[in-house]
Each structure stands twice: as structure tokens, then as C-alpha cells.
């Protein structure tokens, strides 16, 4: 079972960049699309960005401009780089297959404060 691990989360003022970084215990990236996910307490998680298995970049007019998401296939880990970052960007960030459909790890937490 592919196991993946979010990482990079942290505290990042509003206009500030963070880099968040998912590594796949196994080969998944060249097999399915992958995709970034958020969720904040109380809502539906919702999907971010994806980084296709053909090499394509696909936004959420949310983060369009700001956001680039990308792979390392040396190192199995697929990335997300966050610029520009506002408020509403707080939340728990996830990786997962597009559809998802392995288990969710356990995300990593982008706090926006200033």
C-alpha cells in the first residue's frame, strides 16, 4: 500500500511563499495523477492543484497565478509551491492520487498570520 507522507507546513504571513513537499512510499506519480488538497475545520476538503501523469499543471481558480505544483521524479516527491499566500490559504494541505484513492495521510498545516 503507497504510503504519502505531506511535509513543509509551517507559519507563513499573508504575501509570504511556502513549499510543501509529498513523498510516495512507492511508484504512484508516473501512474496516476496526483493532486493537493486542502481543508479547514468544519468544511469539505477541497481540491487545490494536480500535477497530471502526463506532465500538466491544473489550478483552482483560488490559487491560479500564485500557486505551482511540480514533481521530482528523482526523488519520488511531488511539491507544491505557494506564493503570494493569503488568509484563506490557512488549512491543512494533503496529497493524493486525482481521484483520490489511497488513504489520507496525515496533511501538514499551513498557518497564515501576520
Known amino acids: 500500500q503507497v504510503q504519502l507522507v505531506e511535509s513543509g507546513g509551517g507559519l507563513v504571513q499573508p504575501g509570504g511563499s511556502l513549499r510543501l513537499s509529498c513523498a510516495a512510499s512507492?511508484?504512484?506519480?508516473?501512474?496516476?495523477?496526483m493532486g493537493w488538497y486542502r481543508q479547514v475545520p468544519g468544511k469539505e476538503r477541497e481540491w487545490v492543484a494536480s500535477f497530471t501523469k502526463n506532465g500538466h499543471t491544473i489550478y483552482a481558480d483560488s490559487v491560479k497565478g500564485r500557486f505551482t505544483v511540480s514533481k521530482d521524479n528523482a526523488k519520488n516527491t511531488v511539491h507544491l509551491e505557494m506564493n503570494s499566500v493569503k488568509i484563506e490559504d490557512a488549512a491543512v494541505y494533503y496529497c493524493?492520487?486525482?481521484?483520490?484513492?489511497?488513504?489520507w495521510g496525515q496533511g501538514t498545516q499551513v498557518t497564515v498570520s501576520s
Open positions: 512507492g511508484t504512484i506519480f508516473g501512474i496516476y495523477n
Open positions: 493524493n492520487t486525482l481521484p483520490a484513492s489511497r488513504p
